[in-house]
């Protein structure tokens, strides 16, 4: 963390899954001692280690036109210098907010401007210890180490553009004060109610002005808010923006959604193509054909290279080079999902490699109706990348040009944030003769339709055209089904449930497909341990499935559950679902829990269930 009047010091920990999920960039993070916001890359330096992923790469530039973006990176990190404070080795975070409150005074101090806060850290070997103490508190006479933390002041504002600012406390509540302020000292309370807010911030210089947060609250409450000044604390930048502010309380779910691309390594048929567009990065920038022998030769992973010439690795070279100018000029990437359903859909042990082993298994013999095969990734390797993030509305599903995804950062540094992970999986393929017939079937369901009117006043609540194009019911089926085993398997194989991902392969009209992979993966070169792809075996499986469609039949939330259908003037994009029987973690559900839907699958609505 970068404090002011000081360097660099070592103040809490996180997973590199993180970054990807709830502590990316621009997100405010929750720390023991502090509330902090991660910068944005201009101060990461030069990042990690670069991690290859050459489809996912690819799929990045083109949803960062111009960006210069020639690299994936892991976030800096030297496992070696962990424990040593004196080695500013991390992702770069500062105070945010820094509005700060002191527990015992109820004061309300900033740390910009005044000398009332002080950092205090014991040398850096306890950063959970790390805290801000109110070092001229009249309540407080104990030295600073042992006194109590000033906690974070727990309102923020931000626009639907991207932007975070602070609350603006001094102005808000001398709005309407009758007498002139010598200077603002204010000190904020708040009491227990059940008529509504009751928090409370004073002045205590003399004028006698005060103020209840709730006035900023709601639609209402925005005309007692300063216009946006377009804010981005994680750059320290401010621009032009002309957007309502909305009150955010400190850890709301909606204050940060990160905006990323996962891909899933595959083995390529063409061992010298794949290390070439593996090692892109490292082949395409060497200046002649003799340094280019001795990197080839100096290199352990460049050995598929190796027994060929230097005109044939040249021209190897030159064709990759073609392959991406012509894609990146003449036609639109292909989708990262259709190279991986092709290899998943029609599965050979022949074709795999250290990251990559898919291996068909018997499907249980009461699903095979719905169900043409069952797949056990015994290895697989996937790569997320993040691009951006959004404020207040979460981005449409797939969508990597959200209408206001803020930036990383400032100015172009070559790079995106990336996180590798290893691990196992299980792939179901559903018939596609049985999903189309029910499509058509349901295609005019009254609840398929409400589905349809909501799904359309969505967009139009956030500016977006109509997708005419996304097949509602063959999404609600997948996605159901996948949520239904996702919470089964993980009673059962040893994960958490927020460990587990899913990724959907629901296709387009054009281009339909049926699929759903379950799987968990740790960012350990070693991989996971095997539980969950053992669940694939045709007599759990079943067993699963079983005992999965029994729970979908009822929920603690019913009658509410199974009878909710949205209605105009609601948004919602689920039916017959809630945290009681379907939702999953954000770390998990791809689609932030939308199209969910239990009467696709158990017959809790007239005519619309799937026969099993």
Sequence with gaps: MTAARRDPTRIGNARPSQLMTTAGVGAVVDLPGMSVIVRGLDAWGAGGLPISEPRLLAQVQQALPGSGVTSLRAAPNDPQTADDPYTHVGV??????????????????????????????????????????????????????????????????????????????????????????????????????????RVTVSCTAGCGATRNISSAAGRAGAANLPRCRGRHPHLQTYGPCDQVLKLMVLGASNLWFGVSVSALHLPQ?????????????????????????????????????????????????????????????????????????????????????????????????????????VVQVERLREVQAMVGFTRIDAPAQGDLQPTFRAP??????????????????IFLELRESEVVAWSAQVEDHPHVEALRSSYARWRSNRDLSPDPGFTIPRYLLIHTLSHLLLRQVALECGYSSASIRERLYVGTRDRPTAGVLLSTAASDSEGTLGGLVALADARFLGRLLDQALEDAQTCSSDPLCRERVPESPSDQLHAAACHACLFASETSCEAGNRWLHRGVLVDIADGLAIKL
């Excluded at 064709?319 to 990437?333: K, M, S, Y």
């Excluded at 100015?411 to 196992?424: H, N």
């Design 92 to 197: 770069p975070v500062t105070t945010f907010p820094r509005w700060l409150r002191c527990p015992a005074c109820y004061q309300l101090l900033p740390i910009d401007g005044v000398d009332q806060l002080e950092l205090h850290h014991r040398y850096g070997r306890r950063p959970d210890l790390a805290k801000w103490v109110h070092r001229h508190c009249p309540r407080q006479s104990v030295a600073p180490a042992k006194r109590r933390a000033c906690i974070p002041a727990r309102f923020v504002v931000a626009c639907n553009r991207g932007h975070l600012d602070e609350f603006p406390y001094v102005d808000f509540v001398h709005q309407a004060a009758q007498r002139p302020c010598p200077g603002p000292q204010l000190e904020m309370r708040d009491a227990g109610s059940v008529l509504g807010p």
């Design 269 to 373: 048929d063409d061992p010298v193509a794949g290390t070439i567009a593996e090692h892109w990065d490292v082949l395409s920038v060497q200046p002649s054909e003799e340094v280019l022998a001795a990197v080839v030769a100096g290199m352990p992973a460049l050995h598929a290279l190796r027994e060929l010439s230097t005109d044939e690795l040249t021209a190897a070279i030159q064709a990759e080079r073609d392959r991406r100018a012509q894609a990146t000029d003449d036609q639109p990437l292909p989708g990262l999902l259709d190279a991986e359903w092709e290899l998943f859909s029609h599965p050979t042990t022949t074709q795999h490699d250290d990251d990559f082993l898919a291996v068909p298994t018997p499907t249980p013999e009461r699903y095979t109706g719905l169900l043409r095969q």
């Design 408 to 425: 990383l950062s400032a100015g172009r540094v070559g790079w995106v944030p990336a996180v590798e992970r290893r691990g196992e999986g």
